[in-house]
């Protein structure tokens, strides 16, 4: 069956592409390469020995996006990664946000209902339980109230997906993720952060290669054993084949209702200065960082509750954070080795 994998040249959507192609399955991209590049396809295939199908436009295009439907008519599913992810930046350009992410889904539903698509797995975040009242957070904790623009559109997504699904064929699987970080084991594929880096993975990495002076570490007076900020970090590859399993669980009949939703992270919480000491440890390199004050937007402590998607998805990220820091570290080697050879 023939999978559609929107943005799946970015760092998710390219892990998984890899994940569907190793499981047997046909994979089509759509990127605009707004925030990823070209060369991730030949990467994909150099993992894969297979180079995914792939069009490149923009699903904002309504009439582009319909099209694209109409000419591949083999699609039994769909895999929405397409999205700007930056939270601070969507505090600074909330309508591009809103129209990116929000247009885009409307399109891909539009087109899936035109054309009898049944499957969709949708990326969504923990970001939608904001600072949860209760650890380890379960799928029906309450959505909080989103902190910013980008955390908005994904509670609106889940929103107009559950809407869709009651008047239509469709079902859908959407998958609240935790901090994917890491990279794929052949260091081919991984992170491409464009200019100074949000997420504490790759600033670690950057930092270490020389790339950035020094870390800062956003707050040490949280109510956490060690004052910094807990989240829970899942391996990119784990959290991929997460994708392939809800894909099949819908192919197979296997869903309970036609609207799941499921966590994906590992249950462990780390702070900001554990993931500091274990890449430290597995890369051999002393980081340079220093404490700052807080990050505004930022919530003190989730971690997830993973019995659903363990035991309903018969999936479990296996990972540790050994693994996931380490995988990181070879990934920024690879790409300065890439970039002094240019
Ligand atoms: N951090 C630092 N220094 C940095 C970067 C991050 O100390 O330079 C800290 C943050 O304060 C936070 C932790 O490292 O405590 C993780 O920060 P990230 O930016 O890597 O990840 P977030 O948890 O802030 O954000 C992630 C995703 C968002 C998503 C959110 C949901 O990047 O897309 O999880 O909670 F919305």
């Known amino acids: 069956m023939k999978i559609l994998v929107t943005g799946g040249t970015g760092y998710i959507g390219s892990h998984t592409v890899v994940e569907l192609q190793q499981k047997g399955h046909e994979v089509i991209i759509v990127d605009n390469f707004s925030n990823s590049e070209k060369s991730v396809l030949s990467s994909i295939e150099k993992i894969t020995g297979i180079l995914p199908q792939f ?3 923009d699903l904002v295009d309504e009439t582009r996006t319909s099209d694209f439907f109409k000419r591949h008519n083999d699609i039994g599913g769909v895999i929405h990664f397409a999205a700007y992810k930056a939270v601070g930046e969507s505090v600074e350009k909330p309508l591009i946000y809103y129209r990116n992410n929000i247009n885009s889904l409307l399109n891909i539903l539009e087109g899936m209902k035109a ?9 969504s975040s923990c970001t939608v339980y904001g600072q949860p009242d209760k650890l380890p957070v379960a799928e029906d904790s309450p959505i909080k109230p989103a902190l910013s623009p980008y955390g908005n559109t994904k509670q609106i997504a889940e929103e107009i997906i559950s809407d869709t699904l009651k008047t239509s064929d469709i079902r859908a699987i959407m998958l609240r993720y ?3 970080i890491g990279a794929h084991e052949t260091a081919h594929i991984g992170e491409l952060p464009i200019g100074v880096p949000n997420n504490l993975i790759p600033f ?4 270490a290669i020389g790339k950035r002076e020094v870390l800062s570490v956003f707050g040490d007076d949280y109510n956490t054993p060690d004052g910094t900020a807990i989240r829970d970090y899942i391996h990119i590859v784990d959290l991929a084949k997460a994708h392939v399993v809800a894909l099949d669980r819908m192919i197979e009949n296997k869903s309970l209702s036609d609207g799941e939703i499921f966590n994906l992270g590992t249950g462990n919480g780390y702070s900001v200065l554990e ?3 274990s890449f430290e440890k597995v890369s051999g390199e002393k980081l340079n960082y220093h404490i700052v004050k807080r990050r505004s937007g930022d919530i003190e ?3 997830a509750d993973t019995k659903f998607a363990n035991m309903e998805l018969g999936w479990k990220a296996e990972k540790s ?4 820091t380490l995988s990181a570290w070879k990934w920024e080697k690879e790409l300065s080795a890439h970039d002094s050879n240019k």
């Open 55 to 57: 069009e490149e436009f």
């Open 115 to 123: 054309n009898n698509i049944r499957n969709l797995v949708f990326s």
């Open 178 to 180: 935790f901090n994917p």
């Open 204 to 207: 670690i990495t950057q930092t």
């Open 275 to 277: 993931v500091i000491k």
């Open 301 to 303: 402590k989730v971690w």
């Open 321 to 324: 954070l050994d693994e996931m």
